[in-house]
């Protein structure tokens, strides 16, 4: 399941690109909770305690406890923005949420084990879903969902239906939509036989040329019947 972290987050009055310049100088992230019942509420959280929440991180869902003015407020991190040079975390958006109120979040698909086609007999793995979008209770939500695809010969593949869910997790895709595959490998063209076609060339017609006396042979008798007239 998701791991629960406990940040410490202020009521952020200052907003704007000069706001946030400030901020990062004293090592503070601007941030903004949203969902619930409340509207967006704008906090700064320290750029320390987001890091370490991030190296802790076992996956893409990560639940947050924020202690904001003396309150608790669950949240799940919907978005974080780095920066392009630096990687440094700019902002981050939290989505508030109920611990008895079931929510839909994108999982991770991971496959586990080689599978048997592309082990013994040459064949690629093809992962058509990278993510699973599921239903659940907080406390319930997976960091990623792992398929075992050992068994997988050319010619197989794994749908939704077919993977096993965590408890109390249940898929909110069609189930028959196909997430791993064994397919063939692509055959190539023979070798020895681009390389013959290579070296001969295309044929080529010429016109036949008479043989030496030929022509001669032919006007002469055309000269005699002048000369008898």
Not at 11 to 21: H, K, L, N, T, V
Not at 106 to 130: C, D, M, W, Y
Not at 153 to 162: A, E, L
Request: glycine fraction near 8%; charge should be negative.
């Amino acid at each position: 399941m998701a791991k629960q972290v406990k940040i410490k987050a202020e009521p952020r009055s200052e907003i704007g690109r000069s706001a946030a310049r400030k901020l990062k100088a004293r090592g503070v992230i601007p941030a903004v909770v949203y969902g619930g019942k409340d509207q967006p509420q704008p906090v700064q959280v320290s750029a320390r305690d987001v890091n370490v929440m991030l190296s802790h991180a076992a996956g893409e869902n990560i639940l947050v406890e924020l202690e904001i003015a003396g309150e608790s407020r669950t949240a799940l991190v919907q978005e974080i923005q780095h920066a392009p040079v630096g990687n440094n975390v700019l902002h981050i958006d939290f989505h508030a949420v109920s611990m008895d109120e079931t929510l839909e979040a994108e999982v991770p698909l991971e496959p586990i084990g080689t599978a048997n086609g592309v082990k013994n007999f040459g064949g690629l793995l093809e992962q058509s879903l990278r993510n699973l979008t599921v239903e659940c209770l907080p406390r319930d939500l997976p960091d990623r969902i792992t398929v075992d695809v050992s068994n997988l010969n050319i010619g197989d593949s794994i749908h939704v239906r077919d993977i096993p869910m965590p408890s109390g997790v249940v898929a909110k895709v069609q189930p028959d939509l196909t997430a791993f595959s064994v397919v063939a490998p692509a055959v190539e063209e023979e070798p020895a036989a681009a390389a013959a076609t290579a070296a001969t060339g295309p044929e080529v017609i010429t016109e036949k040329k008479p043989a030496e006396g030929e022509g001669a042979t032919a006007a002469a008798p055309a000269k005699e019947k002048e000369g008898k007239k």
